[in-house]
């Protein structure tokens, strides 16, 4: 039983960078590996990135690999997304997700996480 709250969306200029934040509840964060997604108007959602219960690992969509960092502090029961160069193709209701999946595993498919956050608004203008 986890309880994901996403922040830090908003409207940017095409070039500007945020940091989204993920809270969970919960005493077992570490225990699942995270994820983020998002969905643009018009389109499924789509994986962005995820990361390992330690941290350690991390794994992203071709799209924003270069540009998108994933960390988790798991003292705060929290998952960030950096996100730098932004793209109006960026522009998405972004979400959190925990994942129960086998430890080794990072998935990418929606139908691996259990738990998902509100989603939080990223626009991003040209």
């Known amino acids: 039983q986890v309880q994901l709250v996403e922040s830090g969306g908003g409207l940017v200029q095409a070039g500007d960078s945020l940091r989204l934040s993920c809270a969970a509840s919960?005493?077992?964060?570490?225990?699942?590996?995270m994820g983020w997604f998002r969905q643009a108007p018009g389109k499924e959602r789509e994986f962005v990135a995820t990361?390992?219960?330690?941290?350690?690992?991390?794994y992203y969509t071709n799209s924003v690999k270069g540009r998108f960092t994933i960390s988790r502090d798991n003292a705060k029961n929290t998952v960030y997304l950096q996100m730098n160069s932004l793209k109006p193709e960026d522009t998405a209701v972004y979400y959190c997700?925990?994942?129960?999946?086998?430890?080794?595993?990072?998935?990418?498919?929606?139908?691996?996480?259990?738990?998902w956050g509100q989603g939080t608004q990223v626009t991003v203008s040209s």
């Open positions: 997700a925990a994942s129960r999946s086998r430890i080794g595993v990072l998935p990418s498919d929606p139908p691996a996480y259990d738990y």
């Open positions: 919960g005493r077992t964060f570490s225990s699942y590996a």
């Open positions: 990361i390992s219960r330690s941290g350690g690992s991390t």
